[in-house]
């Protein structure tokens, strides 16, 4: 310690919010650079390294091969896949003296894909799954959190190579087990959800989740084992109904009532029967931007009683950019009556592709046909009820936006879905084809025919999950690390003045390390007890030695930093009770 | 090798000029991916952690510590320094979605001292070195040699930080010492020389170059012990002599004697006496460019024997880029007479701030006060003789520009040069206090008075030296490593069509994990011996196992693949021998 390059602070970094962010700059772990950005110190870069070293075993035993690909990477194949443009400001970009675009990868999808297709060329070479443990970039808007949203952070990306789709089936299945046996040596629980596919244009793709409340991402599931994330969730469609028969539309009067809630109360109060939100049909206005620029207005139709969920809307619309409509949207459509939108009015449809606007009305999955609604009549002060679906109005398209709720139907019939927050921590793609294509990788089959290869995806947050375990695991003295991954084995601390003290700290140090062991010794000469437990529980290795007073009897102190128990025990016990786990 | 992710060439590749180059390539070690940027594939990454291993050990061992910095940085600390300027195009500079300035680093000087600062605030808490193995960048105007001079490399940069000199001293010696055990370590022959320290505002500076007619730097060193690059070599300077009594300066006419040669042709058919190209004043016109853009003629008068150096006039004009004055310039200073230049003419001063011209006039130190040079007369088609320095002409300044020759007397006293070639391998700087001034890293010391930390910077190339040595060490038909970097310890060949021999091949391989050795195991079941044997010598692993014929009778053939022999052994012996060593 009287050598480490460490000081420890007593006050939390301004701007810092969340546990692990605190946590490891006060104790000395990072360092802020830049908004997202840090250095790391001795003690952090330890903690790196022994995760990092669990990714790598259990890669090399799911048979990945380590590469490496520079951060500094040419457009070419970027604009190739598209992603040069869809990565939109997420994306660093500069230009080389002679006026050459390159990027500062965010992930490396392109540049794997090209290096396989100048190197492979037939089915024989394949399965092939390599990786790195990089440093990546991404200009977040809002980098927060420390090393939890950071724009730069290191990944573990496996990709991983097949000539057909049993193939990629069993090398998606490697990485995934693999994944669970690094989340379990990393002491990490974890939810493995299905999760969203489309945005990298694949088939099948699931998030390993770790639970807790305060994770950032949503996610669903049943006690018959269903798990998605919210972005992923699909809706039970129930079954159209009969349109023969149903009444027609009615037009009314309903001066006042903007919102669901009024509306609710008003035609409780004016028309037979009882109803609730769920009997009316929310016309939320939404305002895309597309990669190329344009701006482009949808409705998106939906049962009352729901709101559009930020994330699947999202998903759902991109690549383009989703926003609420504002007020020069509507005025630059003076069909649409703010707060009494709907898609039907008495002069004909008002709503979708082929209407008088021309504005995409998208539905929610629950407006079946033959389902009758209440919504706006599109005229200022007048809702319509009686209003069928498949008759009166039908969507261009259906999409997944609506919010889920404890108790919706999970898809896979296994019950009602609860919902929990969770932390990412590892997330498996099969790309399929789409990268392949776009970038010409075929090999010759065992038929001598070109044929497609296809295409996994699997990354590790490797800075992400030492936040997340920092975050996991801390009290208000300090870091408690899990013995798995804590810098030193064991944090032996000498106290007092006394000769003595120093000279069994520094035996117990070194029969420890003999062992095998990495010892963090305090030996700082003039530094007070209280400081030095304050350092050791900030720092927070799990296992701690304190050789003080007991010294000339040849006793210590096993200190566990986790329980907060002590216990006096002989030197040679605690050297051997250390050993011996 | 079924498994492996490689595919070894038959064709060099493209553009590639030198052997590393090429055979880094071909064996499967790297992959280019933009100009001077390049991917490791898992035989390059498994050396170049062997080398960055002996690197780690070294540092550990001389008490410095790893932390590790993002390679995004931000402008301010670089700008406070100057070198956001000073370092022109060779920088890689974007912008964040904010419009922030960031820069691609080139080496940390500003983030460890700024980090330092940040954390530490007495002597108590020097001396403290601290490095990183990071990758870098630099936009090379013509990245070249593959992993040579590429425009991203992974770099050991060591930063020491004392409170007085006499600290400085120290650390810099414990990483000097550091450095010649680990070349040592990796087998790199190397000779440590005196290099040009101004440029980074340091007072010592040394370059361990690797000796080799084939290297880019130049040096020169002595029987006597003295070694030096050429940019740091010093002029023994002459003594002045007297100027009383010298004959006055005589214009003689000098017809079509532009150049030295027909100069001294001239006046030797022409004066009394016997002269050579030494008894001339050549006056060389360069153009700097200077970091505001500015443009500057400057002339530097020498010896007529000797010419401007490329490297010296760089090292002496930095930060300003320097260039032959071009005919445009020329049209600007119509009192300049090409050919015949001169820093006097019979109507005065011709050169220098205070002269008709303006331009400054600098000389080499060899042309002290009392000697006496035939040279331009400043007038076309006339030279003058006796013209004297310290009496006709002064300098604005003496710069080291002129070539150093071999049986040039060294700067101390230990005898004559003579002048060689050599790569570098690794540079340690004493920075002193530029860069703690610049950024305000002071400490209070013993005294309790605030003093400026004084600082040094220690560089390695980890691909550079991993470059350098693939150089060395190859012949025609591939690589050949020393065993201290190799891929793999020993690669086992299973030849032919027997199953005995890959039976006894996979024994064999068995046997040597067993004791500890790294196996590259050929086991391609259809490929034949010609096609493996040639993998194996491009590959270059030292130690080859051939099992193959002889395997029925135990029999395998050790092969060295440095000297090519081959030798039949029992196969346990084989394995006892290469376990043995």
Redesign the interface.
């Known amino acids: 310690m009287s050598?480490?390059?460490?000081?420890t602070l007593r006050e939390d970094p301004a701007g810092a919010e969340v546990a692990s962010h605190k946590l490891l700059i006060r104790a000395?772990y990072i360092?802020p650079?830049?908004a997202g950005?840090?250095?790391?110190?001795?003690l952090g870069?330890r903690v790196k390294a022994k995760i990092e070293r669990v990714v790598r075993e259990e890669m090399a035993a799911a048979?990945a091969?380590?590469?490496?690909?520079?951060?500094?990477?040419?457009r070419e194949a970027y604009e190739a896949t598209g992603r040069w443009e869809e990565y939109g400001?997420l994306l660093?970009?500069?230009q080389?003296?002679k006026g050459?675009d390159?990027l500062?990868a965010p992930t490396h999808e392109e540049?794997f894909t090209l290096?396989v297709k100048?190197?492979?060329s037939s089915y024989k070479?394949l399965p092939?799954t390599?990786y790195q443990i990089q440093?990546k970039?991404r200009?977040e808007?809002r980098p927060r959190a420390g090393l939890l949203r950071g724009?730069?952070f290191t990944m573990k990306d496996a990709y991983s190579f097949d000539a057909n789709d049993a193939g990629l089936e069993a090398s998606y299945q490697a990485q995934r087990d693999a994944y669970e046996r690094i989340f379990q040596r990393l002491g990490l629980e974890y939810v493995i959800v299905q999760a969203d596919a489309g945005a990298m244009g694949g088939s099948r793709s699931e998030e390993f989740l770790h639970p807790t409340p305060v994770g950032e991402d949503s996610f669903v599931r049943s006690e018959g084992g269903y798990a998605a994330n919210v972005e992923a969730f699909t809706t039970v469609v129930p079954e159209a109904l009969p349109i023969d028969g149903l009444p027609d539309p009615v037009v009314f009067d309903s001066p006042d009532t903007p919102t669901i809630e009024t509306l609710v109360a008003h035609v409780n109060a004016n028309l037979a029967g009882e109803y609730t939100a769920a009997h009316t049909l929310k016309n939320v206005v939404l305002a895309l931007t597309h990669l190329d620029g344009t701006r482009e207005l949808v409705v998106v139709g939906l049962p009352g009683d729901r709101d559009v969920d930020d994330k699947r809307v999202e998903v759902a619309f991109a690549p383009a950019e989703v926003e609420p409509a504002t007020a020069e949207d509507f005025a630059k459509h003076p069909l649409l009556v703010k707060g009494y939108i709907g898609p039907w009015s008495p002069e004909g449809p008002v709503l979708g592709e082929e209407s008088a606007t021309g504005i995409r009305y998208v539905l929610d999955p629950r407006v079946v046909d033959g389902t009758s609604w209440i919504t706006g009549a599109n005229i200022d002060q007048k809702h319509v009820h009686s209003l069928v679906a498949g008759r009166d109005f039908t969507a261009d398209a259906f999409v997944e936006v609506a919010t889920v709720r404890e108790g919706d139907p999970a898809p896979d019939g296994s019950g009602p879905v609860s919902i929990a927050r969770g932390m990412e921590i590892g997330h498996v793609f099969q790309l399929g084809r789409k990268y392949a294509e776009a970038l010409g990788l075929k090999v010759l089959d065992e038929n001598g025919k070109l044929v497609t290869v296809t295409m996994g995806s699997y990354g590790i947050g490797v800075t992400r999950i030492l936040a997340i375990i920092a975050e996991l695991n801390n009290d208000e003295r300090g870091l408690i690390w899990p013995a798995s991954v804590a810098p030193f084995d064991v944090h032996v601390v000498a106290t007092g003045r006394d000769a003595a003290a120093f000279e069994l700290a520094e035996k117990v140090s070194a029969d420890l390390e003999a062992a095998g062991l990495d010892v963090l010794y305090d030996d700082r000469p003039k530094v007070s007890p209280g400081v030095k437990f304050g350092d050791a529980e900030l720092v927070g290795v799990p296992r701690i030695v304190i050789v003080g007073r007991g010294a000339a009897d040849g006793q210590v102190e096993l200190w566990d930093r986790r329980t907060g128990e002590r216990e006096t025990v002989a030197a040679a016990d605690a050297v051997a009770r250390l050993t011996s786990r």
């Open positions: 050598h480490l390059f460490l000081r000395g360092r650079q830049a950005i840090f250095a790391w110190l001795p870069l048979g091969q380590e590469v490496h690909f520079p951060a500094l990477m040419p400001d660093f970009r500069l080389d003296r050459g390159y500062l540049a290096l100048d190197l492979y070479d092939l390599i440093d970039y200009d808007a724009r730069e």
